[in-house]
């Protein structure tokens, strides 16, 4: 518990609600510099069919994580050893899970 607060008690210190963290700001815009960088990355491990699956798999998923959000719903796994191989039916119906 913060010193001086009671049990219940209204929250002093600290910044106040919707103050930006200056210091998470500051990490998060030198990150930014990479981004370029670090997609260019991801997408070489996806399309090297020299990598292990599982490193393309989460370069793909990270790609399209990026590009469109977050699923909320769990993907399948595709046991396969490239996308090249899937239709594009199933190209859709993968995209469409990956958005929820």
Same mark, same amino acid.
């Given at each position: 518990m913060a010193a001086g607060r !009671?049990?219940?008690g209204p929250r002093t210190g600290g910044r106040q609600k919707g103050t930006p963290n200056k210091v998470? /700001?500051?990490v998060r /815009?030198?990150?930014q510099k990479y981004t370029t960088? /670090? $997609?260019d990355t991801l997408a070489a491990i996806m399309n090297d069919p020299t990598k292990a =699956? +599982?490193?393309r798999v989460s370069a793909a998923k =990270? $790609? $399209?994580d990026r590009g469109h959000g !977050? *699923? *909320?719903l769990p993907v399948e796994v595709l046991h396969r050893t +490239?996308?090249?191989d899937l239709t594009a039916e199933e190209l859709l119906r993968l995209a469409g899970a990956l958005r929820g």
């Open positions: !009671k049990p219940g998470t /700001a500051d /815009a030198a990150a960088q /670090a $997609l =699956e +599982a490193a =990270e $790609l $399209l !977050k *699923s *909320s +490239a996308f090249d």
